[in-house]
């Protein structure tokens, strides 16, 4: 048996560009939303490794440079490609919908190693 995801909306794609991300809020806890080419990907924004907000990071390709000590990760695995960042980001499903970005809630996970 399988249930339709239920995605919900965080922005709209007008919100984010390929240079600034957008940092969105649920429950609480703040999500970067990149863009890369067409797609669009979601991470945790506060960095593994401390107090950085990812959105006020440095992106570069497909990769976001944390603004506190330039450490970096993957936008779109969520894993660390320099240091000091050695624990991956957690990363959600995305769909886009009538110019909104959406993200399925439940499907929020760390990429395994
Ligand atoms: S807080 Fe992000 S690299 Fe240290």
């Known amino acids: ?41 979601v991470t945790q924004d506060l960095c593994s490794h401390g107090p950085g907000s990812l959105c006020e990071g440095y992106v570069d390709g497909e990769e976001i440079e944390c603004p506190f000590h330039q450490g970096k990760f993957n936008i779109i695995t969520g894993k660390p490609t320099a240091p000091p960042c050695t624990e991956a980001l957690k990363i959600w499903n995305v769909a886009v919908k009538d110019n909104k970005i959406m993200i399925d809630p439940a499907s929020g996970h760390v990429a395994a190693a």
């Not at 399988?2 to 999500?31: H, R």
């Open 1 to 41: 048996m399988s249930e339709a995801a239920n995605y919900i909306e965080l922005c709209a794609v007008g919100d984010v560009s390929q240079d600034l991300p957008f940092k969105a809020q649920i429950d609480g806890t703040d999500l970067a939303v990149f863009q890369i080419g067409d797609a669009y990907y």
